[in-house]
Nanobody, 115 residues
Framework: QVQLVESGGGLVQPGGSLRLSCAAS????????MSWYRQSPGKQRESVAH???????IYADSVKGRFTISRDNAKNTVYLQMNSLKPEDTAVYYC?????????WGQGTQVTVSA
């Protein structure tokens, strides 16, 4: 059974930083593309960042230069380092694991950026 468990969310002031983690189990982690998405109230879920099994990364324009996705295959964990956070980054952040057009999702972790 595939499990993705996110952690690291919370309340942070504008300009601050957070690091999200997503621990995976039930999959051969190293062969999956791992991703972070986010969803704000009243909005559709949007892509934030992706990292392939080979380590290539893709970012949404809105987070380029501020967020960094990385993975530790030995720990079956993907990370999202978020710097220079803005109020518009407030959302529930979801981790996903994708292979062969099949995607598994975590339960999400809330990130709130507010003074």
């Amino acid at each position: 059974q595939v499990q993705l468990v996110e952690s690291g969310g919370g309340l942070v002031q504008p300009g601050g930083s957070l690091r999200l983690s997503c621990a995976a189990s039930g999959i051969i982690f190293g062969i999956y593309t791992m991703s972070w998405y986010r969803q704000s109230p009243g909005k559709q879920r949007e892509s934030v960042a992706h990292i392939t099994s080979g380590g290539s990364t893709i970012y949404a324009d809105s987070v380029k230069g501020r967020f960094t996705i990385s993975r530790d295959n030995a720990k079956n964990t993907v990370y999202l380092q978020m710097n220079s956070l803005k109020p518009e980054d407030t959302a529930v952040y979801y981790c996903s694991a994708t292979r062969s057009a099949l995607t598994n999702w975590g339960q999400g972790t809330q990130v709130t950026v507010s003074a």
